[in-house]
């Protein structure tokens, strides 16, 4: 698809909005002056807002009057093209022309400036949100409040990555290495991971600053044995200031990866809240995405994790994936339901451009996006019907139908976590191969990134590096974020 920009600058959100309906082609945007080459949109500002469409003998022309600003002026070329796009497609996503990931953070921007019904009008009439999915994002908004609340400006929380995987499942785009190749880089890599804990720790510590929530994730974090888990658990717990926490959590993830020794290793270590992934309680699904477990294995290792006493589990399952069928996902849900799981999180597929999936060429169709629908449809009804809350949505591009992920809990069993990320509420300090910091201003919403290198060789090889550049989290608190963005 060939997309032509003149005389705007709104080819970054034009580009977003045409990929919702050409998921899987090429799309070359232009922004000089060019001749048209067929398929082609055209999106231009003259005296008059206007787009043009020629894609596969299907030929439309919608124009407006010129806004009072470039946003207003971004909004209404987004819309011309968004009604375009579905006269052509025949299609109304289910989001409307948003593109983003944080509808419900969007939400409560709209919310802040307008009023709540005034941004349950934008949404509707201005963004063609879905009065289903307007209604998702409302609900989520007012649960997510009470625990952004809880945030003070001096708080933060802890990721710490370890990315390792027994083997990758086809969907997966993480950058991991395999056990196979990656066993004897597991052993420096924890070593180092302390250290740079440690390190996250004192600065934190000298800082003052109050640590909210800890997340270990990857990966698949119990692909350490459990006395490498031990030690890291141990190191956190030793090393920062623990008595303002209010969550720690593990992704066990991979029911393959979890025994008694390591789940009483997060025990040990006031680990409260863990994840068990099946994704599909089908075995023939898991075998077509690659994901070397059996149903019989997550069924064991959740009965186990309750016999250890976990009374917080969370369990992720992915509507969409290949070969799967509504009545296996109803089946599905219906066991996570009667394991009583204090947390769902139903993701949508998402095909992900480094995955196996895609490199090997399957693409989806529209008669996917019904079904990934339908998914959606009855885990909403089935959960709200059994008392479960969203509490936190987010959305990635090349989902299936794009539709978005939620996190669905009893009340009570939200996980604090998730909400502080997708809310980007307050600093996050990242350890481990892949982390990234995320240090947030307060006052005036500024974030500022601090990389760690991705691959776990890399981490090793440049460890000295990493430690460096911790010094940018003690700068940010001292000298502001001001000084940092001059
Ligand atoms: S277990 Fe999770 S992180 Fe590991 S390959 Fe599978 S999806 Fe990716």
Sequence with gaps: MNLYVKNNNFHFELENLTRLF??????????????????????ELADRVTVKAEINGFVSELSAPLGSDDNSNELITVQLLYKILCRYSGINQPWGLLTGVRPVKLFRKVCEESGVDKAKQTFLDEFFVSREKLNLAFDTEQHEKRI?????????????GIPFCHSRCSYCSFVMASIERAKKLIEPYVNL??????????????????????????????????????????????????????????????????????????????????????????????????????????????????????????????AGLPTDTVESFKSSLDSMLSLSAECITVHTLCMKRASTLTKEGVSLNRDDAETARKMLKYAQDSLISNEYIPYYLYRQSRMVGNLENVGWSKPGFES???????????????????????????????????????????????????????????????????????
Excluded: W
Aim: net charge neutral; with cysteine.
């Design 193 to 318: 991971l302390c250290e740079e804990i440690k390190a996250t720790a004192e600065i934190a510590n000298r800082l003052g600053l109050r640590l909210e929530t800890v997340y270990f994730g990857g990966g698949t974090p119990t692909t350490l044995n459990a006395e490498q888990l031990n030690r890291v658990l141990k190191t956190v717990n030793t090393s920062f200031n623990m008595t303002t926490c209010r969550e720690f959590t593990v992704e066990a993830g991979r029911p393959d990866t979890i025994d008694k020794e390591r789940l009483f290793a997060l025990k040990e270590n006031n680990v409260d809240r863990i994840s068990i992934n099946p994704q599909t309680t089908n075995n023939s699904v898991l075998q077509a995405i690659g994901r070397k477990h059996s149903v019989e294995q997550f069924f064991s290792a959740f009965e186990l994790a309750r016999k250890c006493g976990f009374n917080n589990i969370n369990t992720d399952l992915i």
């Design 416 to 486: 604090l976590y998730n909400v502080y990320v997708m809310d980007e509420t307050h600093t996050i300090l990242a350890c481990g191969s892949g982390g990234v910091t995320k240090l947030k201003n307060q006052a005036d919403d500024y974030l500022e990134r601090i990389f760690n290198f991705k691959y776990p060789y890399e981490y090793i090889d440049r460890f000295d590096e990493i430690i460096a550049r911790k010094s940018g989290i003690k700068r940010f608190y001292n000298h502001g974020a001001d000084v940092s963005r001059t």
């Design 22 to 43: 050409f998921p899987d082609e090429k799309i070359n945007v232009y922004r000089e002056e060019q001749k048209t080459v067929t398929p082609y949109i055209l999106a």
């Design 148 to 160: 952004l609340e809880l945030s003070k400006p001096e708080s933060f929380s802890l990721y710490v």
